[in-house]
């Protein structure tokens, strides 16, 4: 029971130590260059279209969903566009980012390790003199720190530009009067946030699928097992980190 208890505070030391470990390497950059731009294109550029459906969904629906709560003469159209857009820079734009890829990435790169883990991979990089964690686990997660920004301005510029498409195609709103609502009550700081959390999830997705993956143990099961625990804890504590930046620099 007590070792149960006490379960969640060795991992989060074990985490802790895996990751002040990976950031001391920093010097190592040469080992893995290469490494970090093929990671780079996997996670960001490879991630586009998927990023890219949902974000135009997102604001296609919140668009058509705003002005069915707003139907009424006393309230000017615009208002749609003073919604929608702040709500994809705010929120949307990084979270449903940062839940696709939990999934998409995180899953992946929790699946690669631990089956390198299994099958003695890494035991063989150690072996060979290489840093295993330099090499496997820098270059990834720096690879979501960069790359999640790039993505989280994709999906607000197509997101804003799904429910401008709709509103137009539809009938509920100009594009003119969309973009009207959204500059009235546009806010400098609001991309500036939005950016916050992209590094902030990006650095959570990769870490921790990084994290999962490098300890896995029991064979195929165990890969399973990481892959499932890498998505779940990166979508609870995205929410969490979501909650706790909005509280903080809001």
Do not use: H
């Not at 195609?169 to 946030?193: N, T, W």
């Not at 990769?206 to 195929?220: D, E, H, L, M, V």
């Amino acid at each position: 029971m007590q070792e149960r208890l006490l379960s969640p505070f060795y991992a989060l030391g074990q985490y802790v130590i895996l990751i002040a470990r990976a950031f001391g390497s920093l010097d190592e950059i040469r080992v893995y260059g290469k490494n970090w731009i093929e990671q780079m294109v996997r996670i960001g550029i490879e991630s586009i279209p998927i990023v890219a459906l949902a974000a135009a969904f997102s604001g296609a629906v919140l668009t058509v969903q705003t002005a069915y709560q707003l139907e009424s003469p006393f309230i000017p159209k615009s208002i749609i566009g003073s919604i929608v857009a702040p709500s994809m820079l705010l929120e949307l734009g990084a979270v449903i980012t940062g839940f696709i890829l939990a999934g998409r990435v995180g899953a992946r790169i929790a699946a690669e390790l631990g089956t390198m883990r299994v099958s003695e991979q890494i035991d063989a990089l150690e072996a060979m003199g290489i840093n295993s964690i330099s090499f496997l686990i820098v270059p990834r997660v720096l690879a979501g720190i960069v790359m999640f920004p790039m993505l989280y301005i994709a999906s607000c510029l197509i997101g804003i530009g799904g429910g401008v498409l709709i509103g137009e195609v539809g009938g509920l709103i100009s594009a003119g009067e969309f973009m009207e609502g959204a500059r009235q009550f546009f806010k400098p700081f609001d991309p500036y946030f939005g950016l916050i959390k992209s590094v902030t999830f990006g650095f959570i997705i990769t870490s921790i699928a990084c994290f999962k993956g490098y300890y896995t143990t029991g064979g195929a099961e165990g890969v399973g097992e990481s892959t499932t625990d890498s998505a779940v804890l990166s979508c609870v504590f995205i929410l969490l980190a979501d909650l706790l930046l909005a509280v903080t620099l809001l």
